[in-house]
């Protein structure tokens, strides 16, 4: 697989539930982030990770970072029918010079009302 | 709030001809990056720009790739000559000490 590897590739839920989405990557990483990106829209950021860091919270979104499993959570409650997206997690590589992004091939959620 | 932003916003063109994607990065970043997504695909790094030089570029951005920051705002996308396999979305983005910020994106179609 290859870096930043998101599952599952689509999930549809109804309004009100909990969405996750997992993201798997295979080398060192200085920080993981989450970016969303509505449909045939640009790539909105949602929430960054670093490497030393595990749980990190932003309004309903819970992201976590097992650098040991080389694995990242994204965990939407509440979802509203506006959180249809697809939802990428991208990688900065430990030591990249510029901190060039790899994106994984993403989650596309479907929140139904 | 500071944003990046991209024009065209959609470009349609002919095969063999020179494209120029144009971005404007947020004013006060120093690192600039162009990225590309086809369509139904994972989003590509194509380059990466600081310091007024191509810092880092993967394999896709080959010699028919350009870029330039001509003036102190504007930061463009060169494709010298345009192949029906260049149509995508093309992402510029910047970033300062913290995550990139991403403009809209422009749609190439090449024909």
């Known amino acids: 697989s290859q870096q930043g590897e998101e599952d599952p590739q689509a999930l549809s839920i109804q309004e009100g539930e909990n969405a996750t989405m997992n993201c798997s990557y295979k080398?060192?990483?200085?920080?993981l982030q989450w970016y969303r990106q509505n449909s045939g829209r640009g790539l909105v950021h949602l929430i960054l990770?670093?490497?030393?860091?595990r749980e990190k919270h932003s309004g309903r979104l819970r992201v976590t970072l097992d650098t040991s499993k080389k694995s990242s959570s994204l965990l939407i409650t509440a979802s509203r029918a506006a959180d249809t997206a697809s939802y990428f997690c991208?990688?900065?590589?430990?030591?990249?010079?510029?901190?060039?992004?790899?994106f994984g091939k993403g989650t596309k959620l479907s929140v139904k009302p | 709030e500071p944003e990046v932003t991209q024009t065209p916003s959609h470009q349609v063109t002919q095969m063999g001809q020179e494209v120029i994607l144009r971005c404007v990065p947020i004013?006060?970043?120093?690192?600039f990056y162009w990225y590309r997504q086809i369509l139904g695909q994972k989003v590509e790094f194509l380059v990466s720009?600081?310091?007024?030089?191509?810092?880092?570029k993967s394999e896709i951005f080959d010699d028919q790739f350009s870029v330039e920051r001509p003036d102190g705002s504007n930061f463009t996308l060169k494709i010298r000559s345009t192949k029906l396999e260049d149509s995508a979305m093309y992402f510029c983005?910047?970033?300062?000490?913290?995550?990139?910020?991403f403009g809209p994106g422009t749609r190439l179609t090449v024909t």
């Open positions: 983005a910047s970033r300062g000490l913290g995550e990139q910020y």
């Open positions: 080398t060192s990483i200085n920080n």
């Open positions: 990770i670093r490497s030393n860091e």
């Open positions: 991208a990688t900065v590589n430990y030591g990249g010079s510029q901190g060039n992004l790899i």
């Open positions: 004013s006060n970043h120093l690192y």
């Open positions: 720009f600081y310091n007024n030089e191509i810092s880092e």
